[in-house]
């Protein structure tokens, strides 16, 4: 059964950093695509980093110069650095994983429905 478990979500206060991490399990090695989306209470899931098999990285406006993502494609995992976290980065956080490549990968980021695996979230909570 090919799954994707996210870990790492917690509570902190603005400023503080946390380090969310996809574990993936059962897949093929190095899936095309990878990324991070979140969704906050009462809105949209959103794209937050996208993460080729080559490395290649694009990034929510919002979120750059603060997170970074890197992933292993020998332990198929992904993890994600955030720091300077602000309220607005309040959300339930998920891992994504696709292999097809009839589109570029840093074209997906705020198209979630071209990802065809998914993780159950991790929830990520931001204090003024």
């Known amino acids: 059964q090919r799954q994707l478990l996210e870990s790492g979500g917690d509570s902190v206060q603005t400023g503080g950093s946390l380090t969310l991490t996809c574990a993936a399990s059962?897949?093929?090695?190095?899936?095309?695509?990878m990324g991070w989306f979140r969704q906050a209470a009462g809105k949209e899931r959103e794209g937050v980093v996208v993460?080729?098999?080559?490395?290649?990285?694009r990034y929510l406006e919002s979120v750059k110069g603060r997170f970074t993502v890197s992933r292993d494609n020998a332990k198929n995992s992904l993890t994600l650095q955030m720091n300077n976290l602000k309220p607005e980065d309040t959300a339930m956080y998920y891992c994504?994983?696709?292999?097809?490549?009839?589109?570029?990968?840093?074209?997906?980021?705020?198209?979630?429905?071209?990802?065809?695996?998914w993780g159950q979230g991790t929830n990520v909570i931001v204090s003024s």
């Open positions: 993460i080729g098999a080559d490395g290649l990285t």
């Open positions: 059962g897949l093929r090695p190095r899936p095309f695509c």
């Open positions: 994504a994983a696709d292999y097809s490549t009839w589109d570029s990968c840093l074209s997906r980021l705020q198209a979630a429905g071209r990802f065809n695996t």
